[in-house]
């Protein structure tokens, strides 16, 4: 007969990612994955270095792959992030979130609307959305999102197109909302402690790890920050 402590970590495994059972604590660390820092590396080896680093929420981000290869891709690594226990969350692209059964979806302003997003994914699985203002996120909350990004709250060359928020606005916004919040752009281990007290949850990066030569001891560090940080 098993062990109790493999059955519970079954259990565990099927029910973690269910959104209602996701919570702030999921968000503490949430990488966005970016192959152009990777010059030519294995996406899943970089993926799963941060997995060994500690990050606690994983997102697919995907430009301009093709939609075979990005269901690939998505196929591949949501099955890494589960054997970690981490959610797999899809960018911009409803599509292959749900072809790939991932446990969610982060969308942005100019994507879909969030009440449609809401209806075509269903009630059970995870929905992110980009808020810049107050309204946007008091807007995403009532439509169905169960979390928020916000940002970029330092200057980024991640997006061209992300709206500066300052950390007064991202206050504003944690004040505003009931849903948890990540603040997102430009955020590294220098100056992620400037975001304490904000009210958000965690941060979301990209470089800060991706970039790094060492991708787990760069998640490690900013683990172990965004704990001191945001859990102390």
């Given amino acids: 007969m098993p062990e109790p402590c493999l059955l519970l970590q079954k259990y565990v495994q099927k029910t973690v990612f269910h959104r209602k059972l996701f919570n702030k604590e999921q968000l503490l660390l949430y990488a966005i994955t970016d192959r152009t820092w990777l010059n030519g590396g294995s996406l899943y080896e970089a993926v799963e270095e941060s997995l060994k680093g500690g990050i606690t929420c994983l997102q697919l981000r995907e430009k301009a792959l093709d939609t075979e290869r990005f269901l690939g891709e998505a196929r591949q690594l949501k099955p890494l992030c589960r054997s970690y226990g981490v959610p797999f969350i899809v960018n911009d692209n409803v599509d292959i979130a749900l072809k790939s059964d991932a446990d969610g979806v982060h969308i942005g302003q100019s994507d879909d609307d969030v009440f449609k997003t809401r209806a075509r994914i269903g009630r059970d699985k995870i929905l992110g959305v980009s808020a810049s203002t107050v309204m946007e996120a008091l807007e995403a909350e009532r439509a169905?999102?169960?979390?928020?990004?916000?940002?970029?709250?330092?200057?980024?060359?991640?997006?061209?197109?992300?709206?500066?928020?300052?950390?007064?606005?991202?206050?504003?916004?944690?004040?505003?909302?009931?849903?948890?919040?990540?603040?997102?752009?430009?955020?590294?281990?220098e100056n992620v402690s400037l975001l304490t007290d904000s009210g958000i949850c965690g941060i979301a990066v990209i470089s800060a790890i991706y970039a790094q030569k060492d991708i787990r001891n760069a998640a490690r560090r900013l683990r172990t920050e965004a704990e001191r940080c945001f859990r102390s």
């Fill in 144 to 189: 169905g999102a169960d979390y928020l990004g916000v940002g970029a709250v330092f200057p980024t060359s991640s997006k061209n197109d992300a709206e500066n928020v300052s950390l007064s606005t991202l206050r504003d916004i944690c004040n505003a909302v009931s849903i948890p919040v990540v603040a997102i752009g430009g955020i590294t281990l």
